[in-house]
């Protein structure tokens, strides 16, 4: 009984700390993009959260863990409905650690933030409606259907050798990562951010906000890796937070040091997404790598980060904060790392991961490409012209984020 409550009360905590993530992508993603955009920015990611958990506890909770189902899709009714013993008690030894309740909050704060991720890239041009109906349909059907293909016991668990993906950066991460791309594609660049076949910078109107929001997000890490243990045991979890951390700032050295050879400036969002970057490399075998894999795997998506960002400007697509680059591409390196490094590391299991990386790939890409293309053709996603120079605040709103400081921006 008393590890059973060393148990909760961790993850509890970790559910607290993955919860304070959504206020680091927040400011990260405010910071980084003009504040005539601000309140949008701050609604959409208040709605993901709010709509996020109530959705999770309605449909997605029992869409990812469905009991016996076929392996890739199955269902074990609305709402929630706790285990009990037979004599009608709550089952506190609900999967041999913790209880029903815990296990639902931890893994409610998960199903956000792929539509978060989201968020970040369709910034500044993007309807609120169909944002909102998107993250709906994602986060309370796409999402959890993801998720069941591994956490859940479906087919990727069931493979001879068994895809890993400790704490989601596939299931998490490329989920988001994929629909956001798709995204991209189908709306458009920002006015003004390809001129002339040549890439103009819009730089973000509060650098310290998106500071302080890496920061925040990597304290968060904390619960997002270290919960994913699923229970307190001091060796596992100890490990969890050590290769977390040193993913993270291995990151963000290499992601400067590279921009510094590439571009010749000290790039301060550059070292901000590198630490992402490493983060998002290290979720899915952070239980499974020595401290050397973990600075190795953080180093290389630093490197990646830099080459990503600037071959998705290359390209022409238009993502304010990065996070195609951060959690798309960073997610499948992660994903593909625990195949080359750490106690699993082999050919078969790279093949694993590399059948789990495709897998998702065409789920996430067909069902945003349905959802976000029917929007387009139906209510249409992108804003006028009008609306977007003079920011979503005023017209989607009716507010101004900093009614006694205004800049001219365009």
């Known amino acids: 009984m008393e590890l059973l409550t060393i148990n909760n009360v961790w993850m509890m905590i970790c559910t607290a700390l993955v919860f304070f993530m959504h206020l680091g992508f927040a400011f ?52 929630l409905d706790a285990p009990v013993t037979a004599e009608g008690a709550l089952d506190l030894a609900y999967n041999e650690g913790y209880t029903y309740w815990t296990d639902f909050l931890f893994q409610g704060m998960f199903a956000a933030t792929a539509a978060t991720i989201v968020s970040g890239a369709v910034a500044e041009r993007m309807k609120i409606g169909p944002f ?16 069941s293909w591994k956490w859940g016991g479906g087919f990727l668990q069931t ?31 920002r006015i003004g951010k390809f001129k002339d076949g040549k890439i103009q910078a819009i730089p973000g109107h509060n650098i ?29 979890t100890s490990l969890t937070l050590v290769t977390t951390c040193l993913a993270a700032a291995a990151g963000g050295v290499v992601s400067a040091f590279v921009s510094l050879l590439k571009f010749k ?15 998002v490399g290290i979720t899915a075998g952070a239980d499974q790598m020595s401290p050397t894999d ?14 990503a960002v600037s071959l998705i400007d290359r390209l022409k697509l238009d993502d304010p904060v990065g996070a195609i680059a951060v959690h798309l591409v960073c997610g499948i ?48 996603i992108r804003v006028s012209e009008k609306e977007e120079l003079e920011g979503l605040d005023a017209h989607e709103h009716g507010m ?7 800049l001219n921006e365009h």
């Open 333 to 380: 390196w992660g994903t593909l790392a625990v195949g080359l490094f750490g106690e699993l590391a082999s050919g078969a299991q790279f093949v694993s991961q590399l059948i789990g990386v495709v897998s998702y790939a065409v789920l996430c890409i067909v069902s945003s490409f349905i959802i976000i293309y029917t929007l387009k053709k139906t209510v249409g």
């Open 294 to 307: 973990a600075i190795i795997i953080g180093a290389v998506a630093g490197t990646i980060i830099v080459f």
């Open 400 to 406: 101004d984020a900093y009614p006694d400081f205004r």
């Open 28 to 79: 990260l993603e405010i910071g980084l993009t003009r504040q005539k955009n601000t309140l949008n920015i701050l609604f959409k990611n208040i709605f993901i959260i709010t709509v996020g958990l109530l959705l999770y506890c309605l449909v997605g909770f029992n869409l990812m863990y469905p009991g016996e189902f076929n392996g890739f899709i199955g269902f074990a009714g609305f709402g």
């Open 208 to 236: 310290p906000l998106a500071t302080a929001g890496v920061l925040i997000l990597w304290l968060g890490w904390f619960g997002f890796n270290g919960g994913s243990v699923l229970s307190a045991d001091p060796s596992l």
């Open 159 to 189: 493979l001879e050798t068994p895809f890993y993906d400790f704490a989601g950066s596939t299931l998490v991460h490329s989920v988001g990562g994929w629909a956001a791309l798709v995204a991209v594609c189908l709306l458009g660049s």
């Open 132 to 147: 909102m109906v998107f993250t709906i349909i994602y986060v309370g059907l796409i999402y959890p259907i993801a998720g």
């Open 265 to 279: 400036n000290l790039d301060l969002t550059m070292f901000l997404n590198g630490i992402l970057g490493g983060l």
